[in-house]
């Protein structure tokens, strides 16, 4: 049986691969952006994604808003969100560790005034990112590129995870009065 290749789609990729669409528009950005600015984009991607993938598993109701979005949301933070996401079965285990190692660089971008991907401590977490390129070979991986890997990796495996979650969403319980 032989097989006919199909030609390539007229359709434009954003039309067949409109999830995609913010990620695209992310991954121009964060190209250019500093070192420091790398670390906040991409925690801030992740949080952001991390918020859709809870908001798909919950009920729809104003109970999840108050969750996720406002002052004092008790998920209204990535340290929460990544908790929570993995308490509830909603990212694996590599992705929990993944998601903490790139808050604890975000953090040391954040909150130190001199810090670069060559400070020990950011490479010491970047070197334990699971998602990213390794050096092999003659071919050397900088920290930053560690970082880099790992992160759109993670972002990508996040990136359809609120449709796949949202097929298996909570649903209210009908409990006696």
Do not use: C, W
């Given at each position: 049986m032989s097989h006919t290749p199909q030609p390539?789609?007229?359709?434009?990729?954003?039309?067949?691969?409109r999830h995609l669409q913010g990620f695209m528009e992310f991954l121009g950005d964060f190209n250019k952006e500093t070192e420091r600015g790398a670390?906040?984009?991409?925690?801030?991607?992740?949080?952001?994604?991390?918020?859709?993938v809870i908001e798909?598993?919950?009920?729809?109701?104003?109970?999840?808003?108050?969750?996720?979005?406002?002052?004092?949301?008790?998920?209204?933070?990535?340290s929460a969100r990544i908790a929570a996401a993995f308490a509830l079965g909603l990212i694996s285990e590599i992705e929990y560790r993944e998601c903490e190692l790139i808050r604890k660089i975000r953090n040391e971008f954040a909150h130190q005034i001199k810090v670069s991907f060559q400070t020990k401590k950011v490479m010491s977490l970047s070197a334990?990112?699971?998602?990213?390129?390794?050096?092999?070979?003659?071919?050397?991986?900088?920290t930053r590129a560690q970082f880099t890997t790992a992160t759109i990796a993670l972002i990508l495996n996040l990136?359809?995870?609120?449709?796949?979650?949202?097929?298996k969403r909570l649903q209210m319980g009908n409990w006696r009065i």
């Open positions: 390539f789609s007229e359709t434009p990729f954003f039309e067949t691969h670390a906040l984009a991409a925690a801030a991607m992740l949080d952001e994604l991390l918020g859709r798909a598993f919950l009920i729809p109701n104003n109970g999840n808003k108050a969750l996720l979005d406002g002052f004092n949301a008790p998920l209204g933070t990535f334990q990112l699971q998602l990213s390129a390794k050096s092999y070979g003659e071919v050397h991986v900088t990136t359809n995870r609120p449709f796949y979650v949202g097929e």
